[in-house]
C-alpha cells in the first residue's frame, strides 16, 4: 500500500518536471548537483543555467561521455533589460550529431563590472574565436584563451558596442583637422 | 611537395652554411581578387611553404545584429538578406523561421513547400557563384561565365517574383511576402529542367581537367575530427565523409517529405568540396523538382491577423483589418518572451539565428550563427604546410561569405 502510494508521487513528479525525462539532463546533475541553477524548455528546445565554475567540467563531460561533438557557437547576452539578477551571460550552443540533438548552456557572469568566464577552447578548439567576438563585442574575458582579440571591430576602437549602454545615435565624423570629441578615436593622418 | 622542402632544408645545411634565414612574412589582402571578401589574410612563409596562417575580418563589420535590436521583426527582416548576400533567401529563412517558432505560429503546406522551392533554387545559385569564383580563381575563366550565365536565369526569377534580383527578403514571417507571379512555376520548370545538362558541361570542363586535378587532389585536406572540433559544418564537413545534413537529421519546412541524397566526400581536399558541391547542385535540382511537381494549393500565408498583415483591398471596407495592418506596420506585433535557435542548412553550412525576446515588438538580442566565421577559421589547419598558391585555391573551396562573418 506504501509503496503503491510512493510509487504514484514519484510519477507526478516526473510529469511536472519534464526536464527531468531527459537522460543528458540527469546526468548533468549527477555530476554537477549544485552547478546546475536552472533547467528550462521552450519551444521544445533544452537550455541549462550552469554556475561558472562547472562550465569546463560540465562542457568535458557533455563533450566526451554524452556525444556532443561540436560547439555551435557561443554569444555574450547583455541582460541590463531583462529581470534577471546578473548583468552577463554567455550562452552555448551543443549540438550531438548521433541523435541530431541540441542542448543550450546559459552561463551567468559572476562580475556584472568585470564579466569574465573560463575558456572552453581546450573541449572545442573552434571556441576561440567565437569567444575572442563576445570579448570583442559584449567585454566578456575568457580566461584560459591566449587568442583573445578584437576581431571585427576597427583596431583602436574603444568600448563594447553590443553592450546595451552603448550609444548607437549617430556620431559626428571625426576629421584630422578638427580636434575629436571626447571618447572617441582620433583620425589618422 | 614535401620532398622539396627537404631538398631546400637539406641545402640550407650543407651548401649554405652559416647564413641566417628567416621566415617571410607576407599579407593578403584585405583587398585582393582571391580572398572573396575584405578578408586579410597574414601568411608566414618559408620559401614557398605556409608555416602558420592568421585570418583577420572585421573589414565588413556594421553592426547588423546591434542595429536589429532597434528594429521591429519586420523591419529586421532585410538586414538579413545582407548577410550571407550570396544567398539571401537562405538567410531571411533562418530568420523567419526563427520569429515563427518563438511566435508558435505553423505556415500553411504550401508556403512550406515554395519556401523549399525557392531555398533549393537559391542553394543551386549560391553554388554557382562558388564554383564560377573558385574555378576563376584556378584559372578556368570559361566555367565562371558560363555558371554567371545560369545563375542570370535565377536571379531574372528572384527579380519577378520579390522586385528585386538578390536582397529578395522575399520570406516573411507567417509566410511569404506576396503570391508568386503566374509564370513562376513553369519559368523555374524551364530552368530546372535544362539546368542538369549545365552541371554536365561544367562537370566535363573540371572533374578530369589534369590541371584543376593537380591543383586540388591532395590539397587542404582535413580529418572529420579536426573539422568538429573546430565547428565547421556544411559541404567542408560532409566532404570529410561526415554525414550530417540539417535537412535531413532535423527537417524543417517540408524537408522529410523530398527524396534526396546526401553527398559525401572522403579525403576532405578541395577536389572533394567540388565533388560533393556538384553533386550538391543536383540534389537541390532534384528536390526543386518535387516541390515544383507536388506544390499542394491552399492558403499561402499563416493565420494569424496579428502577424500577418491583410491583403491590400481589405483595407478599403474592413475596419480589424485597417487596425490590424496599421499596428504591424508601426508598432509591430508582440513576440512571446523566451529563447530560440533555429538552424537551417544554407549552402555554406549551418546558418542559424539565436533570439532572445522579452515579450516587446523588438528583438532583445540576435546573434547569427554563420557557417562562414567557423569554417574561415579552420583555414591555418588546412594551408599549414601547403605552398602558397594552395592558399588561393582553398580559400576559393571554403565558400566563404564576408558579409556574414563580419556581418
Redesign the interface.
Known sequence: MADEIEESCRLKIEERRPDERDEDIRELRSLLGDGILNVGI??G?I?VKIAPSSLVEASEFLRNSRGF?????L?G??CL??PVPYRFKV?Y?LLD?ER?K?I?LEVPCADDLAPCLPSVSGV???????ES?AYD?MGIEFEGNENLE?????DGFEGY??RKD?D?SAEPVVFSFREAPAGKPEAAE | MSSETDQVAALDQDTLGPIQTETMTLNMGPQHPSTHGVLRVVLELEGETVISCRPIIGYLHTGIEKNMEVKTYNKALPMTDRMDYLAPMSNNLGYVLAVEKLLGIEVPRRCRYLRVLLAEITRIQSHLVWLGTHALDLGAMTVFLYAFRERETIIKIFEKISGVRMMTSYFRVGGVAREPYPEFMNDCRAFLEVFPSKVDDYEELLTDNPIFCHRTRGVGAMTADQAIGLGVTGPLLRACGFDYDIRKKEPYLAYEEFDFEVPLGDAGDIYDRYRVRMAEMRESRKIAMQALEGMPEGPLMADDPKVVPPPKEQLAYDMEALIHHFKIFTEGYHVPAGEVYQAIESPRGELGYYIVSDGSPLPYKVKVRAPSFSNLFSLPEMVHGGLLGDVVAVLGSVDIVLGEIDR
Open positions: 521552450h519551444r528546445q537550455s561533438r561540436q560547439l555551435t557557437f554569444a547576452v547583455d533589460e531583462l550562452t550552443s550529431f541530431a541540441r543550450r572545442w578548439p573552434g571556441a576561440s574565436s567565437h567576438e563585442l578584437r576581431i571585427l571591430t576597427p558596442p553590443h552603448f548607437i
